[in-house]
């Protein structure tokens, strides 16, 4: 790249946040699309919205393809610069800016960890539903990129159901609000729901408004194994139609299982020998008995199928360790095999 506009963006960042190095534009031409790396010509780290704005400015003055990048976990590769030129690390956008309480709406930069968030807003009775399984290190911002979903995505939906508003730096370094801070914007484009999903094509995600639910107190985690795979698929409608809706409810086959166990420590599950596959059914709520009757009416629906005897989580200790199996499956099954991503998500028909 000129070293003219390596001075340049040195000007704005400061020496400390720009890189060219090999090793850097290595680790920052990947993200977790397979074995796939493109390496950008310089890795930039801006801290706010007006560096990021003068950054898109020497972008389009000079025609430079320009990517932004957050915690490099994608599976889409939309973080890759696949045309080399600049890419802009979102990590220093790492703070929480406003948790408002009575309007249930937390106000957040983009480098925030998923997780971070949820358990920051937990903390004072809010719920962030939106848990894709990287949610221990994706950022805030990819998961507007790519408009994540994850385990509560059947009760409680994806990421463009909570994002309210949103702080832009356009390709031209124009910067705008997409929207308001309200749950209805009756009039004009609605240029916040064009922004989710759209992988950082249209411009740089710099402030996030997103919407909060009152965090339910209890819920109920089960555990099913299936001697039949399909007959655990068949399970999943067999629910719905029972007039359920679980605020989770995930498919792991035996292979899945059987790596993951072996991949992670912690996890102490006895899965017998003929089991195909489990189904790891939630649900929540405030009130401990509509819950167990809801768990009870699961029970009936899966017990007219092949089953084994059902793991029913009683503490906390036994619901994370069932979690932290799920959300180990894909890098456990990456790690013993020769894969191919692919993303399914059941609707209520």
Not at 121 to 132: I, M, Q, S, T
Not at 199 to 213: A, D, H, N, P, S
Request: aromatic share 8%; hydrophobic share 40%.
């Amino acid at each position: 790249m000129n070293p003219e506009i390596i001075n340049q963006l040195q000007a704005i960042v400061g020496p400390n946040y720009i890189f060219t190095d090999v090793s850097t534009r290595t680790d920052y031409g990947h993200d977790e699309t397979e074995d796939l790396n493109f390496p950008p010509q310089v890795v930039v780290k801006p801290a706010t919205t007006e560096e990021v704005a003068q950054i898109l400015k020497i972008s389009n003055t000079y025609k430079i393809p320009t990517v932004p990048i957050g915690g490099r976990t994608g599976l889409s590769g939309g973080a890759l610069s696949i045309y080399g030129g600049i890419a802009i690390s979102m990590e220093r956008f790492n703070k929480i800016l406003e948790i408002d309480e009575k309007n249930l709406q937390v106000t957040t930069e983009p480098g925030v960890i998923t997780q971070v968030l949820r358990e920051t807003v937990a903390e004072k009775g809010l719920f962030y539903p939106v848990d894709p399984s990287s949610m221990g290190s994706c950022f805030i911002g990819g998961n507007i990129a790519e408009n994540s979903g994850g385990a509560r995505a059947l009760k409680y939906g994806v990421t463009k159901d909570y994002v309210l508003n949103l702080e832009v730096v356009l390709p031209t370094g124009d910067i705008i609000w997409t929207g308001a801070n309200t749950l209805k914007n009756s009039t004009g484009y609605n240029l916040t729901q064009l922004l989710v999903g759209s992988e950082g094509t249209l411009g740089i995600v710099t402030k996030i408004v997103l919407k909060l639910l009152p965090q339910n107190k209890h819920n109920v985690l089960l555990l099913v194994p299936f001697y039949k795979a399909e007959q655990a698929c068949e399970a999943v409608s067999a629910i719905f139609r029972a007039g359920i809706t679980p605020s989770a409810l995930e498919f792991m086959e035996r292979d899945a299982i059987d790596w993951t166990l072996r991949y992670i420590d912690g996890v102490n599950i006895e899965i017998k020998e003929n089991i195909a596959a489990h189904l790891l059914i939630e649900v929540d709520g405030n009130y401990p008995e509509i819950l167990m009757q809801e768990a009870e009416q699961i029970l009936q629906v899966v017990e007219q199928f092949e089953i084994d005897e059902v793991l029913f989580a009683d503490t906390e200790e036994q619901k994370n360790a069932l979690w932290k199996m799920r959300r180990a499956v894909g890098e456990a099954v990456k790690s013993n095999s020769v894969y191919k991503e692919e993303d399914t998500v059941g609707s209520k028909v």
